[in-house]
């Protein structure tokens, strides 16, 4: 039986910036798209052994990627409870359930930013030998932190500049794709630093690039408080997560570290919950508006964003990834650019742009269709029609 497959819609998103064939089709061979393109360029490389599954009505678009996932946490309202209440096997086990929810929902490749023990390079191994289904991982394992700082029970705490040389050295020997440091503190940890202030200097953190980059790996920065957002720009970061600009008594979105992102090409994730229309119920609707005007005024100056929801912490679960994106729409983004920050842009910043983000002949045969052409509007996307990764078909999650 042949390995190869036609699939047929009524349209191929097949480049940035909605770059699309009408009445396409998309040909693979294993793993391995062939030929993507108008349908009769693409059947005139298939023949009558080949399988053939249309799909009338539908966009078929690269495969989503989430640049902003932590497989150890449960979504629940006490993700850190529950991560300290499980062996590593039992914890390995239900990151196993996590990553099938992910690819179920089209997400067909994630960075994870922080686990615990480098059971996401276990996780890796077991879906790329295809013992289990799941997302390709770009994993940072165990996330730089000082004592006590952000996330320290996951192993990464550093209290001297020899002991942050030696984590990023021992994770990058391990098989890490990334390096995370936390630059700023974070709700999620009790008695550690406020959200908003910063637990690195912009020396230490360019200690970490520096390091990263002998080891040829990129540098992602959790950073919430603008202060620890400059550092990590003097610093020369790859990424910043979060990017939320909180001050002791506020916010403040400094002009000229914008500028700096800007210029330097510094990808931003905001990591904007699947649940961002209640975001006024729970945080007052004057704040809501103000933190909803930061990231549209981020994208008015051209920040280069990419796609993220920080699956795993509290009720941000493993399958809103389409949700979230509806955000970007409403802030006045237009929906092929938004589709780009889940596709060719969010490959691109995690060092998989050619394993990931487009479909083109060489590139891998990850791909998903939905109803309608979310070029038009991103509510399409909710209507989940078929997935396809690593060349095997997944049954999609429908209901959204």
Known sequence: MSSRKLITAARVVTGPGGLSAEDGAVL???????????????????????????LPGTTVLPGLVDAHVHLVF??????????EGQDDEALLAVMRERAARLVASGVTTVRDLGDRGRLTLRLREEIESGAVPGPRIVAATTPVTPKGGHCWFLGGEVGSER?????VW????????????MATGGALTRGGPATWQAQFGAGELAVVVEEARGAGLPVAAHAHGTAGIEAAVTAGVDTL????????DGNDLRDDVLDAVVERGIRVCPTVSPHWRMLPTVFGTERAERLFG?????AERGVRFIAGTD??????????????????????MPAPRVLDMATTEAADALGAGGRAGLLAPGRPADLIAVSGDPRSGLEALTDLRFVMSRGELIPPQRAV
């Open 241 to 248: 997560e979060h990017c939320t600009w909180m001050t002791e």
């Open 294 to 298: 930061q990231v549209r005024t981020m």
């Open 311 to 332: 699956a795993g912490v509290q009720r941000a679960g493993f399958d809103g990834l389409r949700q979230s994106l509806t955000f970007f729409e409403h802030i006045g």
């Open 28 to 54: 693979t061979d294993g793993d391995t798209v062939i030929a993507a393109g108008r349908r009769t360029e693409v059947e005139a490389l298939a023949d009558e052994r080949d399988e053939r599954i249309d």
């Open 170 to 181: 021992r994770n990058a020997e391990l098989g890490a794709d990334v390096i995370k440091v």
């Open 74 to 83: 449960d979504a629940g309202t006490d993700p850190v409870g529950t991560l």
């Open 163 to 167: 002991e942050l040389r030696n984590l």
